[in-house]
Structures are given as structure tokens and as C-alpha cells.
């Protein structure tokens, strides 16, 4: 990163006592600067501490996740010597020549020597070295996009196999033609080729249509994801049609042109010579092997079809469940925004009790406010904290890889602001004091890992390096992320035990909550002018940001199974027609000889029953194996349910069936007459 103005920073000043240096963010320092290039030099107020501004960065550069405020790391010989503390991101720069699998290399070694050189902190710890893309990627990313790429190509499989029913047709209806021009000399290679070449020409005529919906449908992929997630995914506001989309897409609309076009061109150049050319002869006439083709690609598009659909229901529920099923606690009518004390004006835990109790109060006076609270972390919240733990009269087997929880500082209001209900035991009270007795409450999932044959209530555990902690109470257990902390043992401490800077204020409400967000506010003001809040949201707007990506892939798949039902559908009324018009002679034979009208409906819908009772079979097994997938790449995120397969396998053909029954009642209305004559 190059600064656009001063300089970045100088190794000297990763030193305690010399540290206090800013690079500002492009943005904060037009919004916050009207870009006033003369504050370089000058100091600004920082966290209630003066430090002086050295460089402005250039526009494109918020790593990461948005910043927008850089400050050297320096650390006091205390936090240095604190080798258990682990929150540290280290990035490197490759040197020239040098390679990724150089990196881990040196890597292992160093960290087999800090292993060796510090056995009570390092031992079974293992340095991983990942390219930048890799170690900032979202550990659910891979799986979805998978998804994605296999459920796109199932979409343009079914599409594929509905062109080259169309081609077949195309072509049988051509058999004549085809058959004069071999007749008269053309080679059959010569046939293919042309064939071929239209194929790619329809193909290719496709693709502005194609770009137009894909513009369209990135416009409203970018526009939909709210900004402060947007900012922390590298390229999100870049995704456009460019050159390299308009070749791929003319690249592969060439490749499935010719791949699916291939089997109807060399079908189309091999009439049968003598009955096509006689005179009289019906075009119509159709030859098994291309009959059994066409059935076949029938029954694979079903087979593909179900599969999509079945997977688009999962991630549609799975969103819906997310957003508004049990998440352990009740996020409506409950207003949030965070903070974090400055040091400089809050130096000791005695401090951060005397603000939290302060400003909950002041919060609880607003009116329209049921009751407020103070928390380290919200649930839903992108932030965490958590804790080692060591159970009283239980050893641990395994030293040096202790068990772990989420860990929660909260006053005593916090129970009922969210309605987190306690199963047993009682929850904090104001005599929770820092001069008594220490306590925690533990979540039902923790006290079934510990203490799965007894009653907590009474039993001690320690959290880090702190106090043994008495457990007066069990709550339920809370939904934090959707991926990897779903009723994760989590451990309550009050917060005059246990105060921090970092916390989360929470007001209850009976009343949207976001009418409240300025007094909200206000409040905090009131307390301390110089103190900013960020994140001020309703939690119903932070559980909808939290689960923004499984919506993207509910969303995803919902089109995609959507296309799949439309394409297999048309595919089916396509095939079933074109059977109708190629046996409207045999029809008419039958109905002269006395065939009824639900004859011939019985005999054309029961065509097309077979074909996608096949194709249904097939596709169920392909969603059983789909789901068991999709189950596993999500991580326990969606599950599979036997009901909502069979019920979209109903859903499917009963579709194809009224596909095929508009064929069906045409050839039940032929005039016998007519078609004996063939016209």
C-alpha cells in the first residue's frame, strides 16, 4: 500500500511510547477531513489519546474488513511476555522466487522450535501458512460455491438436453431433405458440418440475451447485500460483465452446441434413403434408436430436475429456520449498538462498572423502554469471545489442549432484555458483586459436556486464568453464528465480577425497536459526550446481516430449481408433442377401428407417466446422495427430510403430467378422416 499523501509507518514505531501514529482511510479523511492534506503532520484525538497523523491511504484500500484507521501494533513488555494470548493475524509478502510451499516449510520449523522452546504454551500448536484469498475466506464460502457450480450444471444439462430433443426434431423433420442432398452427392461429413454450424450459430445468438440477464441479475446480487458486509468482501462492488464473461460465455455456448448437437447432426445425416425419397413417403417416420434417444433425454432431464428442486426447498427452509425459528432467544423488539471504553478515560474495571451501570439506567429511563442491559457480545454479533476452561475434580486428559467456551460478561437484566430463559438455578442479581462470592451461569449444551450425569447448580469451573467460579444457574443455549457456533457451551459471569471494555448495550421494547435509536443514543451522550456507538441495529436486522449469505444461497438455488422445473416441464410437452405428430396416422387408425377419445388420452398421457415415473425414480436416488451433499459441505447447516423429497417428486410429475396432457387432448380430437389422409 502506497499512501497518496506522507507516509506509512517506521519500524521504530512499533515501540511502546512511540506508537502513536495514524494512517487515515481515503473515505474518513474526505467525510472526516473535507481532504485537507494538511492534517498530515498534525494530531487528532484517538480514543481520548493525541496521536499524529502521518500518511493518507489511497481510495481502493480498507484491508481489513473495511478500516478506515491504521495505528502501529506495539506491546508493553507485559502483553509481550503473554504467550497464551492468541488474537494475533500474521501477513507476509513472498520474497522473489520464493513460493508458498517455501513459506510452510520455514513455517513448520519455526514452529516446531517455539513447540521445543515453550512446551506449556506451544506444544501440539502448528503454524499454517495460506495465501492471502485463502486465509481470509469465510469457512462456508467453498461448499456454497460448489453448490452452486454443480447446480448450475445440472440447469445447463436440462437445457442441453432439451436443444437436442429440439435438434432431433429439427432434424427428423428434415429426413427428405437431407436425403436429396446425399442423393445427389453431398458427403454425410459434409451434412454434419452444416448442421453443426447452425447449432453453433443458434447458440451464439443466445448469448447477448444471456449477458443481458446476467448484468440484470448481478445488479441486484450486488445491490441486495447491505454495506457493511459488502465492504468486507474484496471485488464486491467490481462484479460486472467484462471481457472475460462475454468469452466464456460465446466459449461455452460454442462447446454445448457442438457437444449436444453432435448426436441429432449425425442422426439427421443417416436417413434411410429409399423410404424417405419415395413418393408419399412419410416424413414422420421415425427410427427407433432416435425414438429411444429422445425418451432417454426425457427421463435424465427428470432425473436432473428433482435433484435441483429438492436442493433448492433445503437451502429455502434452511434460510427460513434460520431467520425465524428458535434462536434461543427472542430478537424482537430489541434495539443493540456496541462500543468500546477508551483506555485512556477508562483505565480500570472499576470504570467500566461505574459507565455500564450508569448507562443502563439512563437507557432504562428512555421512554418506551422495557428493560436495557450490558453484554460483551451480542448473540448473532460478528465478534466473539471466548475461554479455556478447567472443571473442579475432573482433569483434563489432554493438558495442553484445554476444552473452550464462548464467554459472556453481562448485568443481571440481560436474561430478561433477550429472553434467554433459565432452566434451573437461579440467574444474576445485584448482590452478584465483585466483593463476593464469584458465580457463572453455564448454557444447557455446556453443563451436558461437563456434567452429564449431575446437576451443575453448585459444581465449580474456572475460565482462563481467572477465579473458581460457582454455577448458580443453567440457561438455554443461544444460536451465535449459523455455521460454527450454533448452542456452543457458552459460560455467563456477572458483569461487576467480570467487567470489560468491550460491550454491547441492549434495550428491550414493546415498540420498533429503530424508533428508539436516537434516543438510544442520547443516552449514551449523556454519559460521556466523547463516547461514539457503532453497530446500532435491531436484532432482527443483525440476525437478517448474519445469515446474508445462507439467503444468497436460498435465493441461488430457489432460480436455479425454478429453471430446472420450467426446463423439464417444456422438455417433456416438447417430446410429447412432436410423439403426437409423428403418430397421428397411427392414431387415426385407431380410432377408426373404434379407439375412444380416453382411449387415446390414456394411451398418450400414459407415455409420458412412464417416462417421468423413470426419471423421478432415478432422481430420487440422485437427491438422496444430493442431500447427503449438501448436509455435510454446509456443515450441518440444512437436513435432508424423506417428506420433502416425495413431496417435490409429486410436485414434478404432476408437472410433466400436465405437461403432457395438452398433446394428450390434441390427438384425442383428430378427425379420423383426416388423418388417414395424412394431411
Not at 470504570?351 to 418506551?368: D, K, S
Request: net charge positive; charged share 20%.
Amino acid at each position: 500500500m502506497q499512501p497518496v499523501a506522507g507516509r506509512g509507518f517506521l519500524f521504530e514505531e512499533e515501540t511502546t511510547g512511540r506508537h502513536r501514529r495514524v494512517v487515515l482511510g481515503h473515505g474518513l479523511w474526505q467525510r472526516r477531513f473535507a481532504s485537507d492534506s494538511s492534517i498530515v503532520g498534525r494530531s487528532i484525538d484517538v480514543d481520548g489519546q493525541q496521536y499524529e497523523v502521518v500518511g493518507i491511504a489511497p481510495p481502493a484500500f480498507d484491508f481489513p474488513m473495511g478500516a478506515q484507521i491504521w495505528a502501529p501494533l506495539a506491546f508493553d513488555a507485559e502483553t509481550a511476555a503473554n504467550r497464551r494470548s492468541l488474537y494475533i493475524t500474521a501477513i507476509g509478502h513472498l520474497a522473489p522466487g520464493r513460493t508458498l510451499e517455501d513459506a510452510k516449510a520455514q513455517m513448520a520449523i519455526v514452529g516446531e522450535r517455539l513447540s521445543r522452546d515453550h512446551p506449556d504454551t506451544n506444544r501440539g500448536r502448528e503454524l499454517r501458512a495460506y495465501t492471502l484469498a485463502d486465509g481470509m475466506r469465510d469457512i462456508g464460502l467453498m461448499p456454497i460455491l460448489s453448490m452452486w457450480y454443480a447446480s448450475a450444471c445440472f440447469v445447463l444439462l436440462i437445457a442441453c438436453a432439451n436443444v437436442a430433443n429440439l435438434l432431433l426434431a429439427r432434424g427428423a423433420e428434415r429426413q427428405r431433405e437431407m436425403a436429396v442432398r446425399l442423393a445427389i452427392g453431398a458427403s454425410r461429413a459434409r451434412v454434419v458440418r452444416e448442421l453443426l454450424i447452425e447449432s453453433g450459430l443458434l447458440a451464439l445468438a443466445a448469448v447477448p440475451a444471456a449477458l443481458a440477464v446476467t448484468w440484470v441479475s448481478l445488479k441486484l446480487i450486488v445491490a441486495y447485500m447491505p454495506a457493511r458486509i459488502a465492504n468486507y468482501v474484496a471485488g464486491w462492488y467490481q462484479m460486472d460483465v467484462d471481457l472475460r464473461l462475454v468469452a466464456f460465455t460465446a466459449a461455452l455456448a460454442i462447446v454445448t452446441a457442438l457437444v449436444f448437437g453432435l448426436i441429432p447432426a449425425i442422426q439427421a445425416s443417416r436417413p434411410r434413403l429409399a423410404e424417405t425419397l419415395k413418393e408419399g413417403g412419410r416424413s414422420a417416420t421415425v427410427g427407433a434408436t432416435r425414438l429411444r434417444l429422445r425418451r432417454g433425454l426425457v427421463v435424465a432431464e427428470m432425473a436432473l430436475a428433482l435433484p435441483l428442486l429438492v436442493a433448492a426447498a433445503l437451502s429455502v427452509l434452511t434460510v427460513h429456520r434460520f431467520l425465524n425459528g428458535p434462536q434461543g432467544f427472542n430478537p424482537d423488539g430489541v434495539l443493540a449498538m456496541r462500543l468500546r471504553l477508551p483506555e485512556a478515560r477508562y483505565p480500570t474495571g472499576d470504570a467500566h462498572r461505574r459507565f455500564a451501570a450508569t448507562v443502563v439506567e439512563r437507557l432504562r429511563a428512555v421512554p418506551g423502554v422495557d428493560t436495557a442491559a450490558a453484554i460483551n457480545v451480542m448473540p448473532a454479533a460478528d465478534n466473539n469471545s471466548g475461554r479455556s476452561v478447567e472443571i473442579d475434580g475432573i482433569p483434563n486428559p489432554d493438558p495442553t489442549n484445554p476444552p473452550s467456551v464462548d464467554y459472556r460478561t453481562a448485568t443481571p437484566e440481560i436474561f430478561a432484555a433477550l429472553q434467554i430463559p433459565i432452566r434451573s438455578g437461579r440467574g444474576f442479581t445485584d448482590g452478584d458483586r465483585e466483593d463476593t462470592q464469584p458465580v457463572a451461569i453455564v448454557t444447557e449444551s455446556l453443563a451436558r459436556r461437563h456434567w452429564p450425569n449431575a446437576d451443575p447448580i453448585g459444581k465449580r469451573i474456572k475460565a482462563g486464568t481467572g477465579p473458581w467460579l460457582t454455577v448458580v444457574g443453567v440457561s438455554g443455549d443461544v444460536i451465535h453464528d449459523w455455521f460454527g457456533r450454533r448452542n456452543y457451551p457458552t459460560l455467563y459471569r456477572p458483569f461487576r465480577q467480570a467487567p470489560t471494555s468491550n460491550m454491547a448495550l441492549v434495550v428491550k421494547t414493546s415498540r420498533d425497536p429503530s424508533t428508539l435509536a436516537a434516543d438510544a443514543q442520547a443516552a449514551v451522550r449523556a454519559v460521556d459526550p466523547a463516547q461514539p456507538v457503532f453497530d446500532l441495529r435491531s436484532m432482527r436486522k443483525a440476525l437478517q446481516e448474519k445469515t446474508i449469505g445462507l439467503q444468497y444461497v436460498g435465493a441461488v438455488m430457489l432460480a436455479f430449481g425454478g429453471l430446472a422445473l420450467l426446463l423439464a416441464v417444456i422438455g417433456v410437452y416438447g417430446v410429447m408433442a412432436y410423439m403426437v405428430t409423428q403418430r397421428t396416422h397411427e392414431i387415426g387408425v385407431r380410432m377408426a377401428l373404434g379407439a375412444t377419445r380416453r382411449d387415446v388420452l390414456r394411451l398418450t398421457v400414459g407415455q409420458t407417466g412412464r417416462l417421468t415415473a423413470v426419471g423421478a425414480g432415478v432422481g430420487i436416488v440422485l437427491s438422496f446422495l444430493l442431500s447427503r451433499l449438501i448436509e455435510a459441505g454446509l456443515l450441518g447447516v440444512a437436513s435432508s427430510d424423506a417428506r420433502i423429497t416425495a413431496g417435490l417428486a409429486a410436485i414434478l410429475i404432476a408437472s410433466a403430467l400436465a405437461a403432457g396432457y395438452l398433446p394428450a387432448r390434441r390427438a384425442a380430437s383428430i378427425d379420423p378422416t383426416v388423418a388417414l389422409r395424412g394431411e
